[in-house]
Nanobody, 117 residues
Framework: QVQLVESGGGLVQPGGSLRLSCAAS????????MGWYRQAPGKERELVAA??????????NYADSVKGRFTISRENAKNTLYLQMDSLKPEDTAVYYC????????WGQGTQVTVSS
C-alpha cells in the first residue's frame, strides 16, 4: 500500500508563498503521474497541477487559475513531490491533496492552506 504524506500547509497572507511537500513511501519512478488537487468548503475536488511520469517525459499541466503562480516539481532521490505556491490569493484557500497514479490512484490525507489577512 502506497503512503503519501503531505506537509507545508498553513496560514499565509494574500500575496505570500508556501511550499507543499508530498513524501511517498516508495520510489516515485513507478508512478504514471503525480499531482496536487484541492477542495474548498462546499466545492468539488479539483486538479491544481500534475506531472507525468519519467517515461512520459515529465510533462506538467496546471489549472488556469494557478498558471504563472504555482510550480509543481519532483525530487526523485527523496521520493517527494512539491508544489511551490506564490502570489497566493484568498480563493486558493482549500485542503490540498497529493495524488499518485499506478494502475490505481493513491491519495494523501491532505494539508490545509488558508490565505487570509
Amino acid at each position: 500500500q502506497v503512503q503519501l504524506v503531505e506537509s507545508g500547509g498553513g496560514l499565509v497572507q494574500p500575496g505570500g508563498s508556501l511550499r507543499l511537500s508530498c513524501a511517498a513511501s516508495e520510489s516515485i519512478f513507478s508512478f504514471y503521474s503525480m499531482g496536487w488537487y484541492r477542495q474548498a468548503p462546499g466545492k468539488e475536488r479539483e486538479l491544481v497541477a500534475a506531472v507525468a511520469g519519467i517515461i512520459s517525459g515529465g510533462i506538467t499541466n496546471y489549472a488556469d487559475s494557478v498558471k504563472g503562480r504555482f510550480t509543481i516539481s519532483r525530487e526523485n532521490a527523496k521520493n517527494t513531490l512539491y508544489l511551490q505556491m506564490d502570489s497566493l490569493k484568498p480563493e486558493d484557500t482549500a485542503v490540498y491533496y497529493c495524488n499518485a497514479v499506478r494502475k490505481i490512484g493513491y491519495w494523501g490525507q491532505g494539508t490545509q492552506v488558508t490565505v487570509s489577512s
